[in-house]
């Protein structure tokens, strides 16, 4: 059986397989979801990962992820 933690990486690349972030704790709320993650956005000029906890990708919401996670 899968954890929800888990089912959480599992339902985000399900919708968008290249997608790269991090996450600090094992909490799926949507809450957490839209103010916690730290989603990769790209590599600055001296080769630093940059990112923001600010969602860029429109096709992940939390209604899609845990809709995602509930099927697994």
Not at 34 to 40: A, D, F, R, V
Not at 45 to 53: A, L, P, W
Not at 64 to 69: H, I, N, Q, S, Y
């Amino acid at each position: 059986m899968m954890t929800d933690l888990q089912k959480f990486w599992k339902a985000l690349l399900n919708i968008k397989s290249d997608v790269e972030c991090t996450i600090a704790i094992n909490v799926m709320t949507e809450e957490y979801f839209n103010n916690n993650i730290e989603w990769k956005t790209g590599v600055d000029s001296n080769g630093i990962t940059t990112s923001t906890t600010t969602n860029p990708h429109s096709e992940l919401t939390w209604t899609k992820v845990k809709a995602e996670m509930d099927k697994l």
